[in-house]
Protein backbone atom coordinates (compact mmCIF):
# COMPACT_ATOMS: atom_id res chain seq x y z
CA UNK A 1 0.00 0.00 0.00
CA UNK A 2 2.85 2.31 0.88
CA UNK A 3 4.10 2.30 -3.20
CA UNK A 4 0.46 3.14 -3.96
CA UNK A 5 -0.02 5.44 -1.41
CA UNK A 6 3.17 7.65 -2.84
CA UNK A 7 1.49 7.19 -6.49
CA UNK A 8 -1.12 8.55 -6.14
CA UNK A 9 -0.16 10.85 -3.42
CA UNK A 10 2.36 12.40 -6.02
CA UNK A 11 0.39 12.55 -8.56
CA UNK A 12 -2.58 14.41 -6.79
CA UNK A 13 0.59 17.13 -5.35
CA UNK A 14 2.12 17.15 -8.77
CA UNK A 15 -1.42 17.50 -11.03
CA UNK A 16 -4.60 18.35 -9.08
CA UNK A 17 -6.77 18.70 -12.11
CA UNK A 18 -6.00 14.78 -13.02
CA UNK A 19 -7.27 13.97 -9.50
CA UNK A 20 -10.57 15.75 -10.20
CA UNK A 21 -10.77 14.23 -13.82
CA UNK A 22 -10.60 11.02 -12.69
CA UNK A 23 -13.62 11.77 -9.84
CA UNK A 24 -15.49 12.97 -12.72
CA UNK A 25 -14.62 10.03 -15.14
CA UNK A 26 -15.39 7.59 -12.54
CA UNK A 27 -18.12 9.03 -10.58
CA UNK A 28 -18.22 9.18 -6.98
CA UNK A 29 -19.61 5.70 -6.15
CA UNK A 30 -16.67 3.29 -7.60
CA UNK A 31 -13.96 5.96 -6.33
CA UNK A 32 -15.90 5.36 -2.94
CA UNK A 33 -15.84 1.81 -3.14
CA UNK A 34 -11.76 1.59 -4.20
CA UNK A 35 -11.09 4.00 -1.19
CA UNK A 36 -13.18 1.97 0.98
CA UNK A 37 -10.54 -1.40 -0.10
CA UNK A 38 -7.81 0.88 -0.51
CA UNK A 39 -8.02 1.97 3.33
CA UNK A 40 -8.63 -2.02 4.58
CA UNK A 41 -5.07 -2.74 2.43
CA UNK A 42 -3.56 0.13 4.51
CA UNK A 43 -5.02 -1.01 8.07
CA UNK A 44 -4.29 -4.62 7.39
CA UNK A 45 -0.55 -3.29 7.14
CA UNK A 46 -0.41 -1.11 9.75
CA UNK A 47 -1.62 -3.69 11.90
CA UNK A 48 0.66 -6.19 10.64
CA UNK A 49 3.66 -4.43 11.08
CA UNK A 50 6.73 -4.97 12.92
CA UNK A 51 6.00 -1.86 15.69
CA UNK A 52 2.07 -3.13 15.98
CA UNK A 53 3.40 -6.64 16.68
CA UNK A 54 5.79 -5.50 19.40
CA UNK A 55 3.15 -3.81 20.53
CA UNK A 56 1.10 -6.12 21.13
CA UNK A 57 3.96 -8.67 22.41
CA UNK A 58 4.48 -5.85 25.27
CA UNK A 59 0.80 -5.58 25.91
CA UNK A 60 -0.20 -9.65 25.99
CA UNK A 61 2.00 -10.06 28.90
CA UNK A 62 -0.54 -8.62 30.86
CA UNK A 63 -3.35 -10.99 29.36
CA UNK A 64 -4.24 -14.64 30.21
CA UNK A 65 -2.10 -16.95 28.26
CA UNK A 66 -5.38 -18.21 25.93
CA UNK A 67 -6.18 -14.40 25.64
CA UNK A 68 -2.67 -13.47 24.49
CA UNK A 69 -2.02 -16.87 21.93
CA UNK A 70 -5.40 -15.59 20.72
CA UNK A 71 -4.37 -12.42 20.14
CA UNK A 72 -1.10 -13.08 18.54
CA UNK A 73 -2.72 -15.37 16.23
CA UNK A 74 -4.97 -12.67 15.04
CA UNK A 75 -1.75 -10.43 14.30
CA UNK A 76 -0.17 -13.18 12.84
CA UNK A 77 -2.25 -13.36 10.38
CA UNK A 78 -2.45 -9.51 9.67
CA UNK A 79 0.97 -9.59 9.00
CA UNK A 80 0.27 -12.84 6.35
CA UNK A 81 -2.63 -11.20 5.00
CA UNK A 82 -0.53 -8.01 4.10
CA UNK A 83 2.16 -9.80 2.80
CA UNK A 84 4.57 -8.27 5.61
CA UNK A 85 5.59 -12.18 5.86
CA UNK A 86 7.71 -12.20 3.11
CA UNK A 87 11.38 -12.13 3.01
CA UNK A 88 12.86 -12.08 -0.82
CA UNK A 89 15.37 -14.36 -1.34
CA UNK A 90 18.96 -13.35 -0.69
CA UNK A 91 20.58 -12.75 -4.44
CA UNK A 92 23.55 -15.38 -5.47
CA UNK A 93 26.87 -13.76 -5.99
CA UNK A 94 29.02 -15.19 -8.74
CA UNK A 95 31.79 -14.00 -6.08
CA UNK A 96 33.16 -15.71 -3.20
CA UNK A 97 32.43 -13.34 -0.17
CA UNK A 98 35.89 -12.57 0.34
CA UNK A 99 36.40 -11.58 -3.50
CA UNK A 100 32.64 -9.20 -2.65
CA UNK A 101 34.31 -7.66 -0.13
CA UNK A 102 37.02 -6.23 -1.60
CA UNK A 103 35.05 -5.23 -4.34
CA UNK A 104 33.04 -3.29 -2.09
CA UNK A 105 35.64 -1.83 -0.87
CA UNK A 106 37.23 -0.95 -4.36
CA UNK A 107 33.86 0.23 -5.57
CA UNK A 108 33.18 2.63 -2.38
CA UNK A 109 36.72 3.90 -2.95
CA UNK A 110 36.43 5.01 -6.47
Same mark, same amino acid.
Given at each position: ?23 ? @??? /????? +?? !? !? ?11 ? =?? /? ?15 ? @? ?12 ? =??? +???? /? ?5 ? +?????? @? ?8
Amino acid at each position: ADGLMATIGGLMLAKPFVAAEILV @RLG /PVPLA +DW !F !FHFAGMLVGSVLG =SG /PARALTKAAGLALPAGT @RFAVNRIVEGWQYG =SGL +DYLP /PAAPSPL +DPEALK @RARVAASAA
